[in-house]
């Protein structure tokens, strides 16, 4: 399968840079990725608007209905990878009530292209991927 992944300044360029090898996504509600990322699968990378200028594939993933204890332990196991150590509130991780971690590998740039607009979505499932992009 095939996502695309929007993220943030300094997120993006610190996965570009292998900084960043764990993309974190945390949620109120069950919403992609929360179950809909897979080992092995496609993401698709952009900044926020701007055009999907990298790609990456899908190592490992780990799911968690979360907790505040479950939100400190991931914090200290993997807040480094995350890259949250330097710049994330984890207060308003102790909000949310779901967590995906996906592990990156093989981030490479692409040559640019343009995808419709998110309509503020952080994170889209693909359906039907123009193959040309891989």
């Not at 179950?35 to 952009?46: A, E, M, P, R």
């Not at 490992?60 to 200290?76: A, G, M, S």
């Not at 994330?88 to 995808?115: A, G, H, M, S």
Request: hydrophobic share 30%; with cysteine; proline share 3%.
């Amino acid at each position: 399968m095939k996502h695309l992944a929007i993220l943030k300044q300094p997120f993006y360029d610190m996965v570009l840079s292998g900084e960043k090898t764990i993309e974190s996504r945390w949620s109120m509600h069950k919403v992609a990725p929360y179950n809909k990322v897979s080992k092995g699968d496609t993401i698709f990378l952009k900044e926020t608007g701007k055009d999907v200028t990298a790609t990456a594939k899908v190592r490992e993933v780990k799911y968690y209905e979360l907790t505040p204890t479950k939100v400190d332990e991931i914090r200290q196991q993997y807040g480094r990878q995350i890259g949250t150590d330097k710049f994330e509130d984890w207060e308003t991780t102790l909000q949310k009530k779901y967590c995906t971690l996906i592990w990156l590998e093989n981030v490479e740039r692409v040559k640019p292209f343009k995808v419709k607009r998110s309509n503020g979505a952080g994170w889209i499932v693909i359906k039907g991927t123009n193959e040309k992009h891989r």
